[in-house]
């Protein structure tokens, strides 16, 4: 019995009592053994034992020591593989590793099984993974790593290691490849390709499609921005590197899409337009960025295409442009002179009736012309987006008389009643585009005319409720205006009513009649659309047609003086006025005449320049109070002049000079400067303006303008009369020119003016007109006549001529 005494005489003591109690007649001999040191190693084995036992049931894992011979030594397993197999451990039957065995799943038995033998026979370490059945029925992954060791007897070999449940870990990498699965199988559907850099490791990811666009083989693409980097086009890598750059290194910026070209297997560039996004850690530091890049080559083909065509059409729009400017200014200003003259000879009372009549119809002949040509240069200004809406404040009951007069002549002559309707809410002055309104209301009511054989024609005008223009800004300032125009003509068939718009296209009546462009109604729908109404049509066959339209204005209470045109015939001035003097400066003689014959009957003083030296040169020294300025002439245009002019005025401001300047002139006083332009179009008023131009009118122009805007510019004030009676004389006759007229001029002169003659280039040609010499003024009159009255066909057989062709 194991005693705990305090010292060796108690030992003895209680062994002899105890002896003579159990055998009271023998005789005992023993030895008795010191064993301190052997209790004391047990004990601390013990204490060991439990001390890495408790270790080793801390391990998140099931460690195992099973003997590799049977019968040999017990194996141990540490209590982990109760909770892990949900089998207790008392349950657990003898045999280490069959018993394990049985839990492993049948499917990976066998796999198991040779990795254990592997390792026994050849003593590599033991590393598997393998799925086993639980108590319950449930799976569990184990990851088992173990060696081959002696056992403690220094004889026999044990199997120990160490086995994982990996069941979490093995579920994520399920999930990842299902993810990864279903990624590659969304980025095959994507267009293009998606790319994962990682700028720590330098490497970057890439779905098939990269490769499919640029033709390698994954395998031949390195993994490394170096590929890429060596693969773009050398002229897009500088710029691909700085926007990259900026990108990365600005803390805020989360996103970038750049366009480059990468270089093809088969040696051609492919274009990329890459978008991207970028990974930063919690300094702002870019780590990563993840893009999409697709292949927009095909885009890019069509861009530089559509490039080509842009330029193209940009060049023919420049072009047209040109032409119409051109054509514009060829056409207006001989009718300019037209309609001028015939203008001041119908009130002669030198001609009879007859001739007066004849000049009447020239005048309208004219103006049917002139007509004929804005509206094919409006249609040209619509389609190239030039035309602008140009508000003014008018009186609108007045544009509706003035109409009214102006066709019912021309109704009465055909037998029509022509009646104008307008409500008593009606505003009596407008602001909106005057001109625009009254070319939709001729055109329509022009129409309505000209194609009613008998009947009427109406129109009625009307105030609406600005509410039915919703989208409207400013709704309290507008007014909403609606326009009918009723006929009883042959009515417009139903098919033609989807096409009545339409440009150069006619109605069956329009091409009977074989007058005007198919342009009027495309002119005012556009028109009607830009003063922010509609246009629409309805009719019936035999019965008439009615037109209706509406447009947004804004009421004004009254209108400037500015507003207030001068429609009474002119005879003269107002007593008590200075004496004006007009300075007309117009390269074209007969122009200059025109205005000669309007202004001098009048009592104004009038000089004339040909070109803008000599409008500076008058202006210096004769201080004109206004000047009617021609913006296209040889030498110096009206641009420059007036350029130079308002300069110099200004110069002379500043120093407070009055330099050789008329008694009842003044330098305070500037000169009112207008221009004089035979282009139809309105953006041309800008330039004009900036120019230094305190006005402008167009050719052709009425009396009426002209006298409108010296009374607006200079305060001219005027007598009226019925009946003016003037005189015109007849424009000189140009001598006839033969080859040896030109051997006046220098060979060098000649070659020259021969080549911008069979170029048709008039601008040119008057050009060298204009370097011939005084002395000869009467050749270059009659070569600037045939220039100016479009007779190229003139001069090119005199050059024909003179070069002996």
């Known amino acids: 019995k194991n005693i705990a005494l305090s010292s060796l005489d108690q030992i003895i003591c209680i062994l002899k009592d105890q002896i003579r109690c159990a055998y009271p007649a023998k005789v005992w001999h023993g030895v008795i053994l010191d064993i301190t040191d052997r209790k004391l190693a047990e004990e601390k084995l013990k204490q060991a034992e439990h001390k890495y036992r408790t270790l080793i049931e801390q391990i998140p894992g099931v460690v195992y020591i099973s003997p590799i011979e049977a019968n040999t030594e017990e194996g141990y397993i540490s209590p982990q593989l109760q909770q892990l197999l949900e089998v207790p451990q008392e349950e657990w039957p003898a045999g280490l590793f069959n018993s394990w065995a049985d839990y492993v799943h049948p499917e990976d038995r066998d796999r198991v099984w040779q990795a254990v033998s592997n390792t026994i026979s050849t003593g590599e370490p033991l590393s598997v993974e393998y799925r086993m059945i639980t108590r319950n029925g449930r799976t569990v992954w184990v ?49 293009g390709f998606i790319y994962d850099w990682d700028f720590q490791q330098n490497t970057v ?32 890598l500088p710029n ?48 990563r960025a993840v893009g999409h890049a697709i292949d927009v080559s095909e885009r890019r083909k069509a861009e530089a295409a559509l490039q080509k065509a842009l330029q193209a059409a940009q060049a023919a729009s420049i072009a047209k442009s040109r032409f119409l400017s051109n054509m514009s200014h060829e056409l207006r200003t001989p009718l300019n002179a037209i309609l001028g003259f015939s203008q001041v000879m119908v009130r002669s009372s030198s001609l009879s009736a007859e ?109 609406g409720w600005i509410s039915e223009k919703a989208d409207l800004q400013n709704l309290s300032s507008k007014t909403y205006l609606l326009f009918e125009i009723e006929d009883t003509g042959p009515g417009i ?24 462009t198919g342009l009027g109604l495309t002119i005012s729908q556009q028109f009607v659309e830009m003063m922010g109404g509609e246009i629409g049509a309805s009719s019936q066959l035999g019965q008439g047609t009615i037109f209706t339209f509406d447009i947004v204005a804004s009421e004004v209470a009254e209108l400037d003086e500015k507003s207030l045109l001068i429609t009474q015939e002119v005879i003269g001035l107002e007593p008590n ?53 021609d913006m296209r002439m040889p030498v110096m245009d009206g641009y420059e002049a007036t350029r130079e002019i ?11 000079e009055n330099i050789n300047l008329p008694a009842n002139s003044s330098p305070t006083n500037a000169t009112k400067i207008i221009a004089l332009t035979a282009s139809a179009f309105e953006e041309d008023r800008a330039k004009i303006m900036t120019a230094g131009c305190d006005d402008f009118i167009h050719k052709p122009f009425r009396e009426s303008v002209l006298f409108d805007k010296m009374a607006q510019h200079l305060g001219v004030r005027y007598l009226y009369q019925e009946d003016l009676s ?39 040609i008057l050009q060298l007109i204009d370097q011939i010499p005084e002395s000869e003024a009467s050749l270059a009159h009659t070569l600037t006549d045939l220039v100016n009255n479009f007779r190229l066909d003139i001069l090119f057989d005199l050059i024909r001529a003179s070069s002996n062709e």
């Not at 139903?494 to 005007?516: C, H």
């Not at 390269?587 to 009038?606: A, M």
């Open 143 to 191: 990851r088992d790593r173990g060696n081959l060791v002696l056992a403690a007897n220094g004889k026999t070999q044990v199997l120990q290691g160490l086995a994982f449940d990996i069941s979490d870990r093995k579920q994520m990498e399920q999930a990842l490849q299902q993810s990864n699965e279903r990624f590659q199988l969304a980025a095959s559907a994507v267009k």
């Open 726 to 764: 003037h005189s015109s004389p007849q424009p000189a006759t140009p001598r006839n020119l033969t080859p040896e007229d030109l051997n006046v001029m220098p060979s060098e002169w000649i070659a020259q003016f021969r080549q911008e003659v069979l170029c048709a280039n008039d601008e040119l």
């Open 205 to 236: 990811l890439r779905t098939q499609g990269l490769f499919d666009a640029v033709g390698y083989h994954p395998e031949e693409a390195e993994a490394k921005f170096e590929w890429w980097n060596e693969h773009i086009h050398p002229e897009d």
């Open 646 to 656: 308002k300069a110099l005025e200004q110069q002379s401001a500043v120093a407070g």
């Open 493 to 516: 068939a139903p098919n033609e009513i989807k096409t009545l718009f339409d440009p150069f296209v006619q109605t069956e009546a329009g091409r009977k009649s074989m007058q005007g």
């Open 577 to 629: 006025q200075p004496v004006y003097r007009i300075l007309v400066v117009e390269d074209v003689e007969e122009n200059r005449q025109l205005l000669l014959k309007i202004l001098e009957p009048l009592g104004l003083e009038v000089r004339e320049a040909v070109n803008g030296q000599e409008a500076i040169a008058l202006w210096s020294t004769w201080k004109p109070h206004l000047i009617w300025m």
């Open 240 to 287: 691909v590197s700085q926007q990259l750059a900026e990108a990365f290194s600005n803390p805020t910026q989360i996103y970038y899409a750049i366009e480059y070209r990468l270089r093809h297997r088969g040696g051609h560039y492919v274009y990329l337009s890459d978008y991207g996004t970028i990974a930063r850690d919690a300094n702002g530091q870019a780590i």
């Open 355 to 463: 001739q007066k009549d004849q000049l009447k119809i020239i005048n309208r002949s004219g103006e049917h012309l002139l007509n004929l040509i804005n509206d094919i240069l409006s249609m040209a200004k619509i389609e190239a987006g030039q035309t602008k809406l140009n508000e003014n404040r008018f009186d609108l009951y007045q544009l509706l008389d003035d109409l009214e007069q102006m066709l019912k002549l021309k109704a009465i002559s055909k037998g029509l009643q022509l009646t104008f309707e307008r409500a008593s809410n009606v505003p009596h002055y407008v602001q909106t585009d005057e001109n625009k309104l009254r070319q939709v209301l001729i055109n329509l009511l022009g129409n309505a005319i000209k194609f009613t054989a008998s009947g009427h024609v109406a129109l009625r005008v009307k105030k």
